[in-house]
């Protein structure tokens, strides 16, 4: 099993509410800084995305993915890759943990393998950068309201 990268976040909101926002991809390209776009494929008997394509774009560089998600519970969905130009493999979750009714930590967890060949060193740097601002998009987006 890979190493995951990890990072924690607290927002002011219900742990439904943040859920809400995650489950929403439609809406990523509002508040992700790299996902331009955002497809569901498949969803669950529950209306939940279980295939989602993303065209994502974070600089150097620029993706065209299929991700399946896995829903556990109401605080928790995982993904793992299906296909990608860019990368070998990619897995991931949000796990939401209520503080109160209306606090919730966010953990982020993230291992990305790319095709090219590149330092482990540098590849975690770059999985933190991706969970920091994805956790910081997030948090703005839920506590906005919007």
Do not use: C, H
């Not at 990890?6 to 990523?28: H, K, L, P, Q």
């Not at 279980?50 to 299929?66: F, H, N």
């Not at 493999?89 to 503080?99: A, E, Q, T, W």
């Amino acid at each position: 099993m890979a190493e995951f990268t990890s990072s924690s976040i607290t927002i002011e909101a219900a742990a439904a509410d943040v859920m809400g926002v995650i489950a929403d991809f439609a809406r990523y390209p509002d508040w992700t800084g790299e996902v331009k776009e955002a497809e569901v494929l498949e969803t669950d008997g529950q209306g939940r995305a279980e295939q989602v394509r993303l065209v994502m774009d974070a600089g150097a560089i620029k993706d065209d993915q299929t991700l399946a998600y896995t829903w556990t519970g109401a605080n928790e969905v995982s993904w793992t890759l299906v296909k990608s130009q860019m990368l070998r493999s990619l897995d991931g979750s949000y796990i939401l943990k209520p503080v109160s009714d209306s606090v919730t930590e966010v953990t982020y967890q993230l291992t990305v393998d790319v095709k090219i060949p590149m330092l482990g060193m540098i590849k975690r740097k770059a999985e933190k950068v991706i969970i920091d601002r994805a956790l910081a998009g997030l948090k703005k987006r839920v506590e906005s309201g919007v």
